[in-house]
């Protein structure tokens, strides 16, 4: 069965270093979301693509976080500097173009900053 | 901003017996879903109702909404021990348009615990 693949699985790192996370959604979906969850919390929407485009990053921190689907397939997230409230687990998920009612999400990168 | 609150916040039960989580959301909604997530896992896709349905079975799943009280209901009958995870409800709430952002909005979860 395909799968969203995510790495690295667990990331950490120190306060105002620069971080990155890959995503690869299952073949042939076209939207693919970046989600942040704080443990103890539910996921939280980060941004959203449709292909290559950014739908929504209305929730995304740009002064520290960027993401990118350059070719419409994969994606990176990335946060620099990186603070100590970034902490969290980082979901990716992807979904059909027609209809994208079920999201299909990654294992998810935990990320620790110190 | 989380939209859905799950009811409880965490639910310990024998192995057998059947476990309720509920789920209460502010917005109109699209379609309510339920995602199960295994501790430090990612999430799995149990679930869907549209607003225009008012239960829905899937296995040993059923999921009830009632839109006038803006709420949902996640029944799992004969729990196993393998069903120990955190449950989350989730809704969209954007008309879709093909194109538009529908990112999911989701609730603190519930944990539930399967006692053998």
């Known amino acids: 069965e395909a799968e969203v693949a995510q790495s690295p699985r667990y990331k950490i790192t120190e306060k105002s270093q620069a971080v990155a996370f890959w995503c690869d959604p299952i073949?042939?979906?076209?939207?693919l979301y970046w989600y942040r969850q704080i443990l103890g919390q539910g996921p939280e929407l980060l941004v959203q693509?449709?292909?290559?485009?950014?739908?929504?990053d209305s929730q995304l921190p740009k002064d520290r976080f960027s993401a990118e689907r350059l070719k419409g397939v994969d994606s990176t997230l990335k946060i620099q500097p990186a603070e100590l409230g970034d902490s969290a687990m980082y979901l990716c998920?992807?979904?059909?173009?027609?209809?994208?009612?079920?999201?299909?999400f990654g294992p998810g990168t935990r990320l620790l900053v110190l | 901003s989380q939209q859905g609150e799950e009811d409880p916040q965490a639910l310990s039960i024998q192995e057998g017996e059947n476990a309720t989580m509920n789920c209460s959301y502010k917005?109109?909604?699209?379609?309510l879903q339920w995602y199960r997530q295994n501790s430090g896992r990612g999430l799995v896709h149990l679930i869907l109702?549209?607003?225009?349905?008012r239960e829905k079975h899937s296995g040993r799943l059923r999921v009830t909404l009632d839109t006038s009280k803006k709420s949902s209901s996640l029944l799992i009958t004969a729990s196993r021990a393998a069903d120990t995870a955190s449950y989350f409800c989730?809704?969209?709430?954007?008309?879709?348009?093909?194109?538009?952002?529908?990112?999911?909005?989701f609730g603190k979860g519930t944990h539930l615990i399967i006692q053998p």
């Open positions: 998920a992807s979904s059909l173009a027609t209809p994208k009612e079920t999201q299909y």
């Open positions: 073949s042939g979906h076209a939207t």
């Open positions: 693509f449709q292909d290559e485009s950014v739908v929504d």
């Open positions: 917005t109109s909604i699209n379609n």
């Open positions: 109702i549209r607003s225009n349905e």
């Open positions: 989730a809704t969209e709430t954007t008309p879709y348009s093909g194109g538009g952002a529908d990112g999911l909005t």
